[in-house]
């Protein structure tokens, strides 16, 4: 008798596939297999089953001249060899958003693409995201950068701040992860500096920072635009202060909200929390977005109001509180996010949630127990 496969065991099996073809190819050929394997799957119909469908439904509604935006984040790469799991789950998220119909303006790389900064990580990640169709852009997280301080990434991806317009909106990308020296005067090795700030919840490193220089040129940036300038800000770590024994923070935070005070709207995405996050302090919206490796726990205190709070996910479950999601940016600036969380039913957050404090269009959490 055959035995029936579910969808979802037949699009494991593809991705298996194509893993083990990662495993044997040098860099030159990743792409091209990939891309065949890629092309194998859509064409046997196994597409991601827990993929964007529903967004098709959430982006119906939106007003014409809305436009959007997908997000991944936090993909935490090892070498293949070390770790081929975390590859695994990139290749899915960028599956998700190449299935997506209309294609996305762009993809925004939320940072920590790496797991320790190692330029065969780094260069890993960067033959994946060519896969993507629509362009991309990328920010920087901590685990990118204290291994060789950022000399890698920028190789790859260029400065770690910039700007750009887009359809009416000024985007500003910004590094949240500048640290004071703490490595020179302890001896530290790049390796050990970079162990060290991998290791989220120590008291050795320094808090996060935007730092003096880049608010100087955040400032300078902001400058020529009036306030009612739509703005849309991607930081890695959240732009507030969150929780400081697991740098969940920025210690400048108050300044580069000043800075932004002045604009009607301002929308800032986040990553590096790796968990649903949602946040409003004045006119500013903040929204924490998935990670595509694993999902960090709430911290204990602090949690802003306005989260849709996840339930614990099943720690014997890989696949559980990860993936990516899509950002539909309305002409304010203001966004409706929508969790594809790989494992749950997607989840969106409406820009009224956040106008309203909470009082509309509440979503419902995941309907899962809590682990
Ligand atoms: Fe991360
Ligand atoms: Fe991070």
Known sequence: MTKFKSV??????????ALRAL???????????????????LAKGILNPHGFSTIQVANAQAPKDAFRVAYIS??????????????????????????LDPQPDFVLYGGDLAQLGAPKELELGAQILKNLKAPVRMMVGEHDWYLDMGEKWRDLFGAPNYSFDHKGVHFVVLNSVVEKDFWTARGLTPQQRMQTVAGLDNSVQSPFSVGDEQRKWLTDDLARLAPTTPLIVFSHSPLYKLYRPWNFWTEDAE???????????VSVVHGHTHQLLTNRIGNIHFHGMLSTAWPWPYAPEGLPPLTVQMSRPDPFNPHDGIGDGTLTVHPDALIDKLYNLWNRNPITVTRNYLVSKGTKDKPTPPPLKSY
């Open 23 to 41: 495993g044997k190819l040098d860099r030159r050929d990743f792409l091209r297999v990939s891309t065949a394997v890629l092309g194998a799957t």
């Open 74 to 99: 936090d993909s935490h790469l090892y070498e293949k060899k070390i770790n081929d799991r975390f590859v695994n789950q990139l290749m899915r998220a960028v599956d998700d958003v190449n299935a």
């Open 255 to 265: 300044q580069v909200q000043a800075i932004l005070g002045r604009f009607k709207n």
């Open 8 to 17: 979802e065991t037949k699009y494991m099996e593809a991705r298996e596939s």
